[in-house]
């Protein structure tokens, strides 16, 4: 097994934790010098939260651990492409390196609708690893979008 896709199985293992929270599954590692030094997961309902991604609880706690909020060392890894919100959080950590699972066509600002990781115009670009594990974490994700409206059709009373 490859370096990223063991970190990346890590990620998806905090995004099993939001699943069973009945989260939208994203998980998410951040990784210096070969160990994971945070993890976050997606909690946004739980702690009726809209900064509660798990991009940022991971930043949180990396910069706790590592006493700077500068992570120029370190590589993220994150089940899903990072939204406006995180991305920005990204640029500003100084994360060297972010490597993703799955793209996210209408909310992602790693490359699918903007990619503010790697804009010029600011004084930091993050380099990009995109589809580790795809398959796997695009899967998680539309298993429990399809639960979700399943539940939902039942709760109308639409069998």
Known sequence: MKQEEKYMKSAIRQAKKAYALQEVPIGC???QK????????????TEGNALAHAELSAIRKASKKTGDWRLEDCTMYVTLEPCQMCAGAIVQSRMKKVVIGCMNPKAGCAGSV????????????????????EEECSEMLSSFFRELRLKKKKQSGKD
């Open 34 to 45: 070969e160990r994971i030094i945070a993890r976050g997961y997606n909690r946004r309902n």
């Open 114 to 133: 903007i990619n503010l990781l790697q804009m010029e115009q600011f004084n930091h670009q993050v380099e990009i690893e995109q589809g580790v594990l």
């Open 29 to 31: 590692v951040i990784v």
